[in-house]
């Protein structure tokens, strides 16, 4: 897709049409992988659906760079892969990347949008909690933690929210009444609201919270959330699988109900949590949307969803698993370029979903470039907001620090846990700003990157032309584009080093560079 193209069409409102399959896909044809593509093969075949042809080397390590990391190849990353002409370089790269300390941060931040994970109003966890809660979710990413052992722990613990970071998962909730505990812990474990079920199954979940108690200390902000010990008649409680329970004085009813929880029988754990990946890195879940799971919203693949289910519960909850059977899959690793309507191509997983980079992710990617950090601010310092400019957005821990680009590219303010928090929908505000911010124009100006990459060409159009294509698209210009931004330079008049930054003001400004393709 040509950028120059892709920027007209921008300023235009004219959807621009590939000219080839270059740079973008292989011309080889779907060829299934592993039990993933078997099975989304079958239900293509059932409804008359041509998949899409794998995608190019340079759009796979660039997507699965973003999908894994939250961040975008150095061009000598690209130039290795492309250059490597081993036939498992795909897998291989799945694996390092999945070891990564950045595998971490990425996923952090997306388990914080999830857990709410935010110092100021309305979730109130306060700055030290904010980072103790933080680095506990961090840390069990980093080492893989099994699944069922990271929701348990958040249950279960009691104690210090200071120095019990999990009990956190009780503070980080708007209300502290047991249904509102309820309704938190069905989102988050079940991917179920449980404004859809009936009034007595929601009182016989509450019932397992009802006993969730708070009390302050004496140091500043600290609270300890633990289970009520005063003497109580026996608890009548209802599993949402609508068996009954009684729950004696000496049992702690959310031991009980993550015994329940995270049992391999149970027929919400597993499958919410796998859709939920699927849909991180598919771009919609299997059930969809991946937190309205619910008898009328069934999956679009049965089979798959129970697939990934066995698979999680056979590899003892390593979600790490779950992302190399989804990665490493032909389903994953199609173009984004459909063979069929597009809305029902995307619904069903015939192709790879465009979508719009997260906005801390685009902000990272312009500051990589450009060199020159962000920066952020809390409208309610507590007791005092500092965050170095340097920071990647991706690991700002607290959702109440922010910064205006993030606000306008739709960051989630992390109040309520629901994936649609997160808004990832084009603005005409948006668009305005990559084509007319004096911000962009700054970075691009002064990159200290643009001025090494100059350089290292030593006054060559068509290599300074080929890095900067690397570094923001992260693959090479085709013929025809470097023939126009050759062109350019030289029928413009204007010095190389200007022509040089209108060039990677056109690329920062297509599609290829804002989203995922």
């Given at each position: 897709?040509?950028?120059?193209?892709?920027?007209?069409?921008?300023?235009?409102?004219?959807?621009?049409?590939?000219?080839?399959?270059?740079?973008?896909?292989?011309?080889?044809?779907?060829?299934?992988?592993?039990?993933?593509?078997?099975?989304?093969?079958?239900?293509?075949?059932?409804?008359?659906?041509?998949?899409?042809?794998?995608?190019?080397?340079?759009?796979?390590?660039?997507?699965?760079?973003?999908?894994?990391?939250?961040?975008?190849?150095?061009?000598?990353?690209?130039?290795?892969?492309?250059?490597?002409?081993?036939?498992?370089?795909?897998?291989?790269?799945?694996?390092?990347?999945?070891?990564?300390?950045?595998?971490?941060?990425?996923?952090?931040?997306?388990?914080?949008?999830?857990?709410?994970?935010?110092?100021?109003?309305?979730?109130?966890?306060?700055?030290?909690?904010?980072?103790?809660?933080?680095?506990?979710?961090?840390?069990?990413?980093?080492?893989?933690?099994?699944?069922?052992?990271?929701?348990?722990?958040?249950?279960?613990?009691?104690?210090?929210?200071?120095?019990?970071?999990?009990?956190?998962?009780?503070?980080?909730?708007?209300?502290?009444?047991?249904?509102?505990?309820?309704?938190?812990?069905?989102?988050?474990?079940?991917?179920?609201?449980?404004?859809?079920?009936?009034?007595?199954?929601?009182?016989?979940?509450?019932?397992?919270?009802?006993?969730?108690?708070?009390k302050k200390t004496a140091e500043w902000k600290e609270e300890?959330?633990?289970?009520?010990?005063?003497?109580?008649?026996?608890?009548?409680?209802?599993?949402?699988?609508?068996?009954?329970?009684?729950?004696?004085?000496?049992?702690?009813?959310?031991?009980?109900?993550?015994?329940?929880?995270?049992?391999?029988?149970?027929?919400?754990?597993?499958?919410?949590?796998?859709?939920?990946?699927?849909?991180?890195?598919?771009?919609?879940?299997?059930?969809?949307?991946?937190?309205?799971?619910?008898?009328?919203?069934?999956?679009?693949?049965?089979?798959?969803?129970?697939?990934?289910?066995?698979?999680?519960?056979?590899?003892?909850?390593?979600?790490?698993?779950?992302?190399?059977?989804?990665?490493?899959?032909?389903t994953y690793q199609q173009s984004a370029i459909p063979k069929?309507?597009?809305?029902?191509?995307?619904?069903?997983?015939?192709?790879?979903?465009?979508?719009?980079?997260?906005a801390e992710v685009l902000m990272d990617a312009l500051c990589?470039?450009?060199?020159?950090?962000?920066?952020?601010?809390?409208?309610?310092?507590?007791?005092?907001?500092?965050?170095?400019?340097?920071?990647?957005?991706?690991?700002?821990?607290?959702?109440?620090?922010?910064?205006?680009?993030?606000?306008?590219?739709?960051?989630?303010?992390?109040?309520?846990?629901?994936?649609?928090?997160?808004?990832?929908?084009?603005?005409?505000?948006?668009?305005?700003?990559?084509?007319?911010?004096?911000?962009?124009?700054?970075?691009?100006?002064?990159?200290?990157?643009?001025?090494?990459?100059?350089?290292?060409?030593?006054?060559?159009?068509?290599?300074?032309?080929?890095?900067?294509?690397?570094?923001?698209?992260?693959?090479?210009?085709?013929?025809?584009?470097?023939?126009?931004?050759?062109?350019?330079?030289?029928?413009?008049?204007?010095?190389?080093?200007?022509?040089?930054?209108?060039?990677?003001?056109?690329?920062?400004?297509?599609?290829?560079?804002?989203?995922?393709?």
């Amino acid at each position: 897709m040509c950028a120059w193209i892709l920027y007209l069409a921008m300023i235009t409102g004219q959807t621009p049409q590939l000219g080839g399959i270059p740079p973008f896909e292989s011309g080889a044809g779907f060829v299934s992988a592993n039990r993933i593509d078997d099975l989304m093969t079958s239900m293509w075949r059932d409804r008359g659906i041509e998949p899409a042809n794998p995608c190019a080397g340079e759009v796979f390590i660039r997507r699965v760079y973003l999908d894994v990391i939250g961040a975008l190849p150095e061009p000598a990353a690209v130039r290795k892969f492309l250059e490597d002409q081993r036939p498992q370089k795909r897998a291989r790269l799945i694996d390092a990347l999945l070891k990564r300390e950045a595998f971490a941060d990425y996923w952090t931040m997306k388990w914080c949008d999830l857990l709410r994970v935010k110092a100021e109003f309305p979730i109130n966890l306060w700055p030290n909690a904010v980072q103790a809660y933080s680095r506990w979710i961090h840390d069990g990413l980093k080492n893989n933690k099994p699944y069922d052992q990271f929701a348990r722990e958040l249950l279960t613990s009691s104690g210090s929210n200071f120095r019990e970071p999990p009990v956190n998962f009780y503070r980080a909730i708007q209300g502290r009444e047991p249904s509102a505990i309820a309704e938190a812990a069905a989102l988050t474990f079940m991917g179920s609201r449980l404004d859809h079920w009936p009034e007595d199954r929601r009182a016989g979940m509450a019932a397992f919270f009802s006993r969730v108690a708070y009390k302050k200390t004496a140091e500043w902000k600290e609270e300890i959330v633990y289970v009520d010990p005063a003497p109580h008649d026996p608890i009548d409680a209802i599993f949402p699988d609508g068996t009954p329970v009684r729950i004696s004085q000496e049992q702690d009813p959310r031991q009980v109900f993550a015994d329940w929880l995270i049992s391999p029988d149970n027929p919400w754990f597993a499958r919410a949590i796998v859709n939920r990946v699927w849909s991180w890195l598919m771009g919609r879940g299997i059930i969809h949307e991946p937190d309205d799971i619910r008898p009328d919203n069934p999956p679009v693949n049965s089979e798959l969803l129970a697939c990934l289910e066995k698979e999680l519960i056979a590899s003892n909850y390593d979600l790490k698993a779950v992302f190399r059977l989804i990665l490493n899959s032909s389903t994953y690793q199609q173009s984004a370029i459909p063979k069929g309507p597009v809305p029902e191509a995307e619904a069903l997983f015939a192709c790879y979903p465009v979508r719009r980079l997260e906005a801390e992710v685009l902000m990272d990617a312009l500051c990589k470039f450009s060199g020159a950090g962000e920066g952020y601010s809390s409208p309610i310092p507590e007791p005092f907001t500092f965050i170095p400019k340097n920071q990647r957005s991706i690991t700002l821990a607290d959702g109440s620090i922010t910064s205006p680009f993030l606000e306008m590219f739709g960051r989630p303010p992390r109040d309520t846990g629901l994936e649609s928090e997160r808004n990832n929908q084009p603005s005409d505000a948006q668009r305005l700003h990559f084509l007319n911010s004096s911000d962009v124009q700054r970075r691009i100006v002064q990159s200290g990157r643009m001025k090494q990459l100059l350089k290292n060409s030593r006054g060559k159009p068509a290599p300074a032309v080929r890095m900067i294509y690397l570094n923001l698209l992260s693959r090479y210009p085709t013929d025809e584009e470097l023939s126009t931004a050759l062109k350019y330079r030289n029928d413009s008049g204007i010095p190389p080093r200007q022509a040089a930054e209108d060039l990677a003001w056109a690329l920062l400004n297509t599609k290829e560079f804002l989203y995922r393709h």
